[in-house]
């Protein structure tokens, strides 16, 4: 019976490093994972200098009115399930205070490229290998995605492509069937292998022999194999793996409304500035000094580790808001261009199960 060699994996496996080619400029290159990671080439001239950012305007956001106020808050409530109106509609505003702060953004642009030896059946596709030299790996084209997005583009290279017997099944294209170890019929189930049943009648199940064909193979001993799908050669070639990742740092100046900072990441406001270039120069002469300090402090840091940047700021509105109900104050905060609120003492919640 047909029985080639064993193979213990369950799918494709790597081509053993025998199988590979020495191919100049890749010679760190590794199979079935990534590798080989390709520092970039020194620059043929300087990077361009920082300039200045943009001049600073004197941004100025008005506060929101009352009757913005409630209805960011009527909105809130309403979309609590457990939370009467009666705060909203009832609920007489005191006092209204701004605490408009900062947040400050710095991305940085990256791109990085690795390799590793990647394998298909062959199918009669093109063998370039040692027709010419291949290109550097640095040297490839590929498609930049728009910037400050991340991204990923993997890219056969040219002139590494070359044709190899199947390790797992060493040219056969076929390899044995791991449900019945290759003989092609498994013990039968229903007599356990007896061929009768405990009633002393022939086992109808395997006509008396015992054993019964094997499902997965159908009875051949082998499948196809998993790995050339049955075509006796793989294509072996490199693949070069291009990743551009933008890389972001937040800093939001604390204020002492009493909001959580953490609210603040989750809603957009004015944009007083942006600067992108090659690397940004930290922003100066901000109206808050918390901005300058962490500005520097994250260039500084983004400069030795990344290329491409962009820095940009927002003011962002924050409204305290101070009510009475029941002849008791309450507060609530309105922050954002999208009005959102943070009530954390809502004075009118009740409790709901469902059954």
Request: aromatic share 10%; with cysteine.
């Amino acid at each position: 019976m047909f029985a080639p060699p064993v193979c213990d994996s369950h799918g494709p496996s790597a081509p053993p490093a025998s199988m590979f080619d020495t191919v100049p400029g890749y010679e760190g290159t590794v199979a079935g994972c990534e590798g080989g990671y390709l520092p970039p080439p020194m620059p043929s001239c300087p990077a361009p200098q920082p300039q200045p950012g943009p001049a600073q305007s004197n941004w100025n956001i008005p506060s929101i009115t009352e009757d913005t106020a409630r209805e960011a808050f009527s909105q809130y409530a309403s979309s609590k399930c457990c939370y009467s109106s009666a705060p909203v509609k009832d609920g007489v505003i005191t006092n209204m205070e701004a605490y408009n702060t900062y947040r400050y953004r710095l991305e940085t642009f990256n791109e990085s490229r690795t390799t590793e030896w990647s394998q298909q059946p062959y199918n009669g596709q093109p063998v370039d290998a040692y027709t010419q030299s291949p290109p550097g790996p640095w040297d490839i084209p590929a498609k930049a995605p728009i910037f400050f997005q991340d991204d990923k583009q993997v890219i056969k290279v040219p002139n590494t492509s070359s044709v190899k017997n199947c390790h797992s099944c060493l040219g056969m294209g076929r390899t044995p069937c791991k449900e019945c170890a290759g003989g092609g019929n498994k013990i039968c189930w229903v007599c356990n292998g007896a061929g009768n049943r405990s009633s002393g009648d022939r086992c109808h199940h395997c006509q008396g022999r015992g054993r019964v064909n094997c499902s997965h193979c159908h009875g051949q001993g082998s499948r196809e194999c998993e790995t050339c799908k049955g075509k006796r050669q793989l294509l072996v070639f490199i693949n070069l793996k291009v990743i551009w990742t933008n890389n972001l740092d937040d800093y939001i100046v604390e204020q002492s409304s009493g909001l959580h900072v953490v609210n603040l990441s989750k809603v957009s406001g004015q944009e007083m500035f942006r600067d992108a270039q090659y690397m940004v120069y930290p922003v100066m002469g901000f109206p808050d000094p918390n901005v300058v300090r962490a500005a520097e402090r994250l260039v500084r840091e983004h400069q030795a580790r990344f290329s491409q940047t962009s820095q940009s700021s927002l003011l962002i509105p924050v409204t305290k808001v101070t009510y009475k109900w029941k002849g008791d104050s309450h507060i609530y905060f309105v922050y954002g261009n999208e009005f959102k609120v943070s009530a954390d003492n809502y004075p009118a919640t009740c409790c709901c199960t469902v059954m």
